[in-house]
């Protein structure tokens, strides 16, 4: 029964950390870039940066830059779920082997 719960709770864990991940690379990029526009001469290449990655984004949330990112964030907590989910099952055949 412990097996169980720590597969339980190793797979909430890779749930989360999954879905929470793409959330602050984004965030953090676009913090990055207010940060270094407020540098004299580059509020031009950092704004057409920032705009196309909210258009990128936006590509994946029907038109909506928050849709996108909570899409990809999802997919990224699937996949996170799918391997994680791989790693348990490789790891019990080869307990077993062993």
Do not use: K, W
Request: glycine content about 10%; overall charge neutral; hydrophobic content about 55%.
């Amino acid at each position: 029964m412990t097996i169980f719960t720590n597969f339980l709770r190793s797979l909430l864990l890779t749930i989360i950390f999954s879905f929470v991940a793409p959330m602050f690379l984004v965030g953090g990029v676009l913090l990055l870039l207010s940060l270094i526009g407020c540098f004299p001469g580059l509020e031009g290449l950092t704004e057409a940066i920032a705009t196309q990655i909210l258009h990128f984004l936006a590509t994946f949330g029907s038109g909506t830059s928050l849709r996108g990112l909570f899409v990809i964030s999802l997919t990224c907590s699937f996949v996170g779920a799918l391997f994680d989910m791989y790693a348990y099952y490789r790891c019990q055949i080869l307990r077993i082997d062993s």
